[in-house]
């Protein structure tokens, strides 16, 4: 029996509420993809490499938080965790447009991390304890919609904002649909479990995780100015594998561990949540275009975005299809062949040796690969995370997935941007940008293969 049981009188209005709540995170906290510069140009006196930082840092905090987030939501009610985790989005971006000094935007973005940590789980919870079966699908379909679309309008809509307003409006629309969404959700109330035992929560394991992911994310995005070999650089590594080590033990031998292992002796749980790891770090690719279109080629935020838009296009379309594919193929096909396609559109970013007119159609196709690849993606890999889970570890599962996907994003925008930057000192930015591409074509093949191998060939089954 699950944690908490939801009872909503209008679904639609739900779903609506819901989508305008996840956008906080992937319309708007991801937008600082696109924004770079601008953001840059706002707070001249402070170095790229903390600029790249705030840029993954949202992603960062995400992930690290997203399973204590789940397995509190678990305990008190999925309601009560989205309305604070759309409070402190609202909190957050108003910190962020108060630009008095690098610690705000630093602040204002670590904040949005705890909110999305807190929504994204939480409103999966939602919508897997209100419907079931093929209706379930359909509004996971929605929910990815609003995740992965986005993402993908972040960049055309924060490159409107930032060339033809200020950057800060990026931030005041996303105050305003905030609170839309608090309305809409309002009539959603969790019942408790009565059974329900008392909340432990595993501060020990959120403590060594946090320390492990926050040394290999240092040593990512400031590795260029610390050194790659310097003492700093490689006792950061130590930290991280001493920790990941510790971790695993710790979390073992916990009763109410922090990170639930048993889940991924599911291979049908632990293939998806991989391949969505490495599948995430796409999103490195995206910043990535968007810092090489403006400042290799000096196009605006705004024009740069316009060559994003076959991604939403393939993309609207392909959510459907893979939504559809579950029931006729099982999700496998879908999850195997989408980092094939990712990997196909990125290297046609790749081709930065071409002419700016040449460039712009390889990447228009290029993008047009990418949507398909991430919406065949999107609901056959959620559909599998919550379906092959015990009802009542849905919303730390549904943590763990989106963990994944975070993680993924911030760790491939630090890698692929951190490459870029490392190589655009020694080489042209055509052929910094071209390697850091390739870069993430390598990830996406290591993504396909660990989907061939551990992914079961199986059906979903309705719960």
């Excluded at 789980?121 to 209706?135: L, M, V």
């Excluded at 029931?327 to 990712?342: D, M, N, Q």
């Excluded at 990997?343 to 398909?372: D, K, P, R």
């Excluded at 009542?392 to 630090?414: D, E, P, R």
Aim: without cysteine; positive net charge; proline residues 3%.
């Amino acid at each position: 029996m699950s944690q908490t049981i939801m009872k909503a009188q209008t679904p639609n209005k739900v779903i609506l509420g819901v989508i305008l709540s996840i956008l906080t995170y992937g319309l708007f906290a991801q937008a600082f993809l696109n924004i770079a510069p601008e953001v840059q140009a706002t707070y001249s006196t402070t170095s790229r490499s903390i600029i790249n930082l705030s840029v993954s840092l949202t992603s960062l905090i995400t992930g690290i938080f997203m399973v204590a987030a789940g397995n509190i939501a678990d305990k008190i009610g999925y309601t009560k965790i989205t309305y604070i985790g759309i409070f402190l989005s609202i909190i957050g971006s108003i910190i962020i447009i108060l630009p008095f000094h690098t610690s705000f935007l630093i602040i204002g973005r670590i904040v949005q991390g705890f909110s999305a940590a807190m929504i994204m789980p939480a409103t999966i919870s939602i919508f897997n304890n209100i419907f079931e079966g093929e209706q379930r699908r359909k509004a996971l379909s929605y929910w990815s919609l609003g995740a992965f679309g986005g993402t993908g309008l972040a960049s055309l809509f924060a490159g409107t904002m930032a060339t033809f307003v200020a950057w800060q409006w990026i931030f005041i629309v996303s105050i305003v649909l905030s609170i839309i969404a608090l309305f809409l959700l309002k009539n959603i109330k969790d019942v408790q479990d009565k059974n329900r035992g008392p909340i432990e929560f595993d501060f020990a394991g959120l403590s060594i995780f946090v320390v492990m992911i926050g040394a290999i994310s240092i040593f990512i995005t400031q590795g260029e100015v610390l050194g790659w070999g310097s003492l700093t650089s490689i006792l950061l590594i130590a930290v991280f594998v001493i920790g990941l080590i510790v971790f695993v033990i710790v979390e073992q031998r916990k009763h109410a561990p922090f990170l639930d292992l048993t889940l991924f002796s599911n291979k049908a749980f632990l293939g998806t949540v991989v391949t969505n790891f490495l599948l995430n770090t796409a999103v490195g690719s995206l910043a990535l275009f968007n810092i090489y279109t403006q400042q290799g080629l000096g196009m605006t935020a705004f024009s740069a975005g316009l060559i994003t838009i076959p991604y939403i296009l393939t993309m609207l379309i392909a959510i459907k299809i893979g939504e559809k594919s579950i029931a006729k193929l099982g999700p496998k096909p879908a999850l195997v062949s989408a980092p094939l396609l990712l990997a196909a559109g990125l290297i046609m970013l790749s081709l930065t040796f071409l002419g700016s007119t040449a460039y712009i159609v390889s990447s228009l196709i290029g993008f047009g690969f990418f949507g398909i690849g991430i919406g065949l993606f999107a609901t056959p890999a959620l559909d599998t995370a919550v379906s092959t889970t015990p009802k009542n570890k849905v919303g730390v599962a549904s943590a763990i997935f989106k963990m994944a996907s975070t993680l993924g994003g911030a760790f491939g925008i630090a890698i692929i941007v951190a490459v870029y930057s490392a190589l655009s000192n020694t080489v042209s930015v055509a052929a910094a940008g071209s390697a850091a591409f390739i870069v993430n074509v390598v990830l996406l093949i290591a993504a396909f293969v660990f989907a061939l191998v551990v992914i079961p060939k199986v059906s979903v089954k309705d719960k």
